[in-house]
């Protein structure tokens, strides 16, 4: 009988692992399954972050265990980018099937002396570098806490590297579904860590969370490979040449995302010069606005890459313009409207999401407040996600660094001097009553979203114009869209608004049931008068969208030739800070 069970448990095992191990067929295919994967993801994020919210409000516990995430995601997106899917795709593309064990275990050992080295010495010099850093913190007799923290979760670039390795075999066999589910793991540690580490061993336990979560995202993709043939012996630097190779193109890639983490790792340490809680605002806030920029930007981009890569390589370069813009079109159908229903319904999402046990209603109204402040930037970020393939696809490097680095000062420097700006009480109070927050404290904090939202949405427009110097004809196929996008938005948001506006004359109750159907039916209101906003403008991407659904749910599909959706995991913002 228990042998019995046992080969049934392993057959099921078998029967899953098939299963994600799955092509992904055609390109709006990849980006459902994309977005399907990105919204579950988020999901779970959602109830991670409202866990961390019920336990502990927006508080100084929060404060350090979002700052002790800095230093440990700067080293896995600068370590990361150097082992990226999109680097080592190519790469197995161009050798056998020996070859590519040959090269995985060089890259292996390779990244395992860098990201280990560069961990411990960071380890050794957190309680210097993490006082200096935050020392508000550090002043209030937390620094030994934060340096624990830190060091715990230094393991997690380890392991997330580890995943970005084996994801570029998973993706080169085009599994997609098995790596789409790593960030579902990742979130389950963390909660994990929240219910049953936290009571056991304190705050510790978030860090352990979190590191059980990295060791989950790389594990899932082991037994695929291991059935593949890798990871059958020891590995060793065997192609010291193709290590460097690697190396040397991911560079500028590894210092572009290094630069936004630069930024945010600036806007921590700001934050944690205000008033305590104010780093949690922020973290919840951006987590918040990362879960339509994941569904949105990233799934279209992502899908898009191998199709622009395709394109170039066989010259089309109007081909390659072509599906840029498609992709950018739809970019702004989706985010654009998104970005207005947030504006209109902030504090309802925030509320129905977070506001529980110590999460109060300050804090509800200083986390909408930064929540509709990053959703204005939604469009841009995802515009700017796409580009940046686009040129990653090109071969050209250089300018997303150098976009990311202006981006990156862009925002340090205006958030430091809005925060001396907002010294001043007048202008204090008057930004307190344009966005809603009048008497709270700690509403300074507001500024670095705004700050972050501006300089984004300013590099985009740079990249842009740049791209359309590159590659001609881009912004004449996507302009219509923009514009009818940013139409459809208004018509939505004052539908929603006018549709709130209505509700609370016959709605008094304040529950998080009655809240949550409130703007759930407002949210619908506002769509529903996007769409007519859309349909009367003759929206391309409206019919596109109405075509190709009704295909799908009421008419039989020709399979299509199956494309290979390259994401990795330091793009599509794994860590809670992304």
Sequence with gaps: MIQRSTEFAR?????????????VHGLHAAVYVLAAAALLSSLLALVRDRLLAHTFGASTTLDIYYAGFRIPDLIFVAMGALVSVYMLIPELARRNEEEQKD????????????????????ALWAPVILPWLFPQLAAAGYSETLVLLTRIMLLQPIFLGFSNILAGVTQARQRYALYAISPLLYNLGIIVGVLGFYPAWGIAGLAWGVVLGSLMHVSIQIPSLVGDGFLSRIPRLRDMRALVHTAMVSVPRALALSMNQIAFLGLTALAGLLSAGS?????????????????IGASYSVAAFPTLARALSRGETEEFVRHVATAARYVFFWSMPASALILILRAHIVRVILGSGAFNWDDTRLTAAAFALLSLALAAQGLMLLLVRGYYAAGKTFMPFLVAAGVAAGTLSLGASGLFILTDQTLLHLTEHLLRVDDIPGSNVLILAFSYALSTILGAVVLALHFEKRFKGFLVQIAPAALESFLAAIAGGL????????????????????????????????????????????????????????????????????????????????????
């Design 11 to 23: 057959e099921k095992a078998r029967t899953a692992m098939r299963y994600l191990s799955l092509e």
């Design 103 to 122: 090269y995985i275990d060089t890259i292996i050992v390779g990244f395992s002396v860098c990201a280990v080295g560069v961990s411990l010495i960071a």
């Design 279 to 295: 780093i949690a605002v922020f973290m919840f806030a951006y987590n918040l606005a990362a879960v339509p920029l994941s569904v």
């Design 495 to 578: 539908g929603s608004y006018i549709f709130l506006s209505l509700a609370s004359s016959f709605v008094v109750s304040s529950t998080t049931i009655s809240i949550f159907v409130q703007g759930f039916a407002a949210g619908i209101c506002g769509i529903l008068v996007a769409g007519v906003a859309y349909y009367i403008l003759g929206s391309r991407e409206f019919t596109e969208v109405y075509v190709s659904l009704h295909a799908r749910i009421w008419e039989k599909r020709t399979p299509s030739a199956a494309v290979t959706v390259a994401s990795s995991a330091e793009d599509l913002g794994t860590t809670t800070s992304a």
